[in-house]
């Protein structure tokens, strides 16, 4: 089945510095690549998303980046404030028609004043 | 639109002792999904419904753990003879249920087995 590594287990940046967090996946069936924020002591919330027809998406200070060969794809956040500290959680479908997710492990975002 | 609620929000069991979660999906979405994350292991996924019949349970332990949907406003997961391995956050999400539908999970069930 589906693997998903986040390379990224903590990750400090300054406020207003960029941050990037890297994940690859295995299964090459993949297409659909969202990511999730996790405050502390809450649920996981949905950010931002990939499908593979795209290599690249931006909302807002949130940028995905999908490399199908690699089977590699990365969340930036661009100018990070402080409300952007959180777990960011990584993910991929197992493609066809089966919809679940696989997650990575996680990474905690710190971003210090 | 409350979300996709859980109950209860922590539970402490005896080891041995069964444990019952709730999750009520968002009213409209037809795949709920269970997951159970710890520190070591993050995020486990342990199965899925879609339009209320099961679909994947491949991370289901099949022997103390069971899921039920048996209507579209609520699922319950069920853990018999609790261990205390199987203490952890267990997570339900619903989605729309196409391909490539985001999640909006619950708050969890913090289970603590004693």
């Known amino acids: 089945g589906e693997k998903v590594e986040q390379h990224e287990s903590t990750l400090s940046v300054r406020e207003g510095d960029s941050a990037v967090i890297n994940c690859t996946y295995t299964?090459?069936?993949?297409?659909?690549f969202p990511w999730y924020k996790q405050e502390a002591g809450k649920g996981l919330h949905f950010v931002i998303d990939i499908r593979s027809n795209v290599d690249r998406k931006q909302s807002q200070r949130l940028i995905v980046l999908l490399d199908k060969k690699a089977k590699r794809f990365s969340l930036h956040i661009t100018a990070t404030q402080p409300e952007d500290s959180a777990i960011y959680f990584c993910a991929a479908d197992s493609g066809g028609s089966n919809y679940k997710l696989t997650f990575g492990k996680g990474t905690l975002l710190t971003v210090t004043p | 639109n409350a979300g996709v609620i859980q109950t209860p929000r922590h539970k402490v069991t005896g080891k041995g002792q069964e444990a019952t979660l709730w999750c009520e999906p968002i009213s409209g979405h037809s795949a709920v999904f269970w997951y159970r994350q710890t520190i070591v292991q993050g995020l486990e996924f342990l199965t899925y419904f879609r339009n209320q019949a099961p679909i994947d349970d491949s991370g289901m332990p099949k022997e103390r753990f069971s899921a039920q949907m048996p209507n579209q406003s609520h699922s319950t997961l069920k853990i018999q003879s609790t261990q205390p391995q199987d203490s952890a956050v267990y997570l339900c999400a619903s989605s729309l249920g196409g391909a490539g539908s985001d999640y909006t999970f619950g708050s969890g069930t913090r289970l603590l087995v004693i």
């Open positions: 299964d090459t069936a993949s297409s659909y």
